[in-house]
């Protein structure tokens, strides 16, 4: 079956450290991977998104992303965590056959938390 | 650039009520989603349009949840009777093509989300 892991609920930084926020997927062939964030009362913000070619992906708000396909792991980084930064972080991946074919499979999503 | 509109923002409902929510998309936007989001779980997708045509309503309770898009622009999401495990936060986004359908690999065109209708069902 074709899916998304997020194994931590909640990921706690010091503000200027870096940040992982984690992402594992299970799909045959090859995948499209994206990070979308959350604010409160907002809806979800396009970060970045994995396609083809580079393994590492630069996206907004200085955020990137590494892919790694013997992990199948798709791990969000950013080098130096902003308190701005706390929101709820969701990794997807695009559904490759069945119904939802082209459509996006979300995980649960990470509640980062940035302390000053 | 206007967002993705959805009315409204919030909703408390009674069990065995009606509601509808409604969205309009980013102009010029073929593709219109609805998801469904509950707390604590990521987005699930209900239903995708292109244009005025249904592409996926295999996850949709048609029984109780049905949708439209009569002209290929703005939505309705309608929920009746309602339960109370249809708390949520539904979320429309829009596409400019619908992905799968942009073309091959390496072309993907993102979904942009609007701010969500929280549905409190009591």
């Known amino acids: 079956a074709q899916s998304v892991a997020q194994p931590e609920d909640q990921v706690n930084v010091a503000e200027g450290n870096p940040l992982t926020v984690k992402c594992t997927y299970s799909?045959?062939?090859?995948?499209?991977l994206f990070w979308y964030v959350q604010y409160p009362n907002r809806g979800l913000q396009f970060l970045l998104k994995?396609?083809?070619?580079?393994?590492l992906v630069k996206g907004s708000y200085g955020f990137e992303a590494e892919f790694n396909k013997s992990q199948t792991s798709f791990h969000l980084k950013k080098p130096s965590a902003l308190v701005s930064d706390s929101a709820l972080y969701f990794c997807?991946?695009?559904?490759?056959?069945?119904?939802?074919?082209?459509?996006?499979?979300f995980g649960k999503g990470t509640k980062l938390s940035v302390k000053p | 650039e206007a967002g993705v509109a959805q009315s409204p923002r919030y909703k408390i409902i009674e069990k065995r009520q009606s509601v509808a929510f409604w969205c309009n998309p980013i102009s010029g936007h073929a593709t219109l989603y609805w998801y469904q989001q509950i707390l604590g779980q990521g987005p699930k997708l209900l239903i995708q349009f292109q244009n005025n045509g249904v592409v996926d309503d295999s996850q949709l309770p048609k029984d109780r949840f049905s949708a439209e898009r009569l002209k290929g622009v703005d939505s309705t999401l309608k929920i009746q009777p309602a339960k109370l495990e249809d708390s949520a936060v539904y979320l429309c986004a829009s596409s400019l093509v619908a992905a799968g359908l942009a073309g091959g690999p390496g072309l993907y065109n993102e979904q942009f989300f609007g701010p969500g209708t929280r549905l409190t069902v009591l």
């Open positions: 994995y396609i083809t070619g580079d393994n």
């Open positions: 997807a991946v695009r559904a490759l056959y069945g119904g939802s074919q082209g459509n996006l499979i």
């Open positions: 799909v045959s062939g090859n995948p499209y």
